[in-house]
């Protein structure tokens, strides 16, 4: 459906990222080797997310890049992005599910703060099931005591309408919400109680989530394919190796992932 990277580590440049390896991200856009069903290449668009550290504060600065063109199209992956550098990024190809729209805003990441999100996959009739889901995480939003509860008009603010765009919408709110059981400081437990809120009404939903603050990745695998690379100066998450080190781990199914330089967790995939 489409493949997606995610690095924490060593300032690099962000084209650099991209391209990097025989089986690089921008060779996965038409040789992904473990697209497992929904099509063969990834030619509906792509975007990079970054952060920088020269921005005072705590929080990193996310910039992005997206276009809806092939990403092997573009000259500004080696011209512009090759010249940027950054010590987080989060990267994503997409091949978009039949009857979504092939347009920029429609391609990951999306951004909000210092988040940037992907998603790997497809939500069968994903307008029923977001609709459905959103009203279960407003009874938890009450549950754990969020003074910010959930509203089915906020999901038309996503920016385009597809099942990744309004995930988005719920996710965030999730990583926003205020009171006792706030997720901001376990966006991984945010992204669990998604992904299995989902499930429930969708089982056969695809649904490998990338989530990024530039310090470190959350992800989850249901059906699509992850590898990690991790080592005490680098994380790196991606839905297919870039090349052939050793180090690569293959991450099995339902598992719900945290990564950064020196840890790399893999846990069941449960509601929190």
């Given at each position: 459906m489409c493949r997606h990277l995610g690095y924490v580590g060593p300032e690099v440049a962000v084209g650099e990222l991209v391209t990097r390896g025989p089986h690089s991200l921008y060779r996965q856009s038409w040789a992904p080797l473990e697209m497992r069903g929904g099509g063969t290449?990834?030619?509906?668009g792509f975007g990079v997310a970054w952060w920088r550290s020269e921005q005072p504060g705590p929080i990193p600065l996310v910039s992005r890049y997206r276009n809806p063109d092939p990403i092997w199209t573009d000259p500004a992956v080696e011209e512009v992005?090759?010249?940027?550098?950054?010590?987080a990024a989060l990267a994503s190809i997409r091949s978009a599910s039949p009857g979504m729209p092939v347009q920029r805003a429609a391609c990951a990441p999306f951004t909000s703060g210092r988040w940037a999100f992907s998603h790997n996959g497809r939500v069968p009739e994903w307008r029923r099931v977001v609709t459905a889901v959103?009203?279960?995480?407003?009874?938890?939003a009450t549950q754990w005591g969020a003074t910010?509860?959930?509203?089915t008009a906020r999901l038309l603010e996503a920016e385009a309408a597809t099942d990744a765009a309004t995930l988005w919408v719920l996710l965030t709110d999730l990583l926003t919400a205020t009171g006792p059981g706030q997720f901001a400081e376990s966006p991984g437990a945010a992204l669990a109680l998604l992904t299995t809120t989902v499930l429930t009404h969708a089982p056969d939903a695809r649904l490998n989530f990338l989530l990024g603050d530039g310090e470190q990745l959350w992800a989850t695998t249901v059906h699509h394919s992850l590898s990690a690379l991790v080592t005490d100066e680098v994380a790196i998450l991606s839905s297919e190796p870039?090349?052939?080190d050793p180090r690569w781990q293959p991450i099995p199914d339902r598992r719900l992932v945290a990564a950064r330089p020196g840890q790399l967790t893999v846990e069941p995939l449960t509601a929190p």
């Open positions: 290449i990834n030619a509906d992005l090759g010249q940027l550098r950054a010590g959103s009203s279960d995480l407003d009874t938890a910010r509860l959930f509203e870039y090349d052939d």
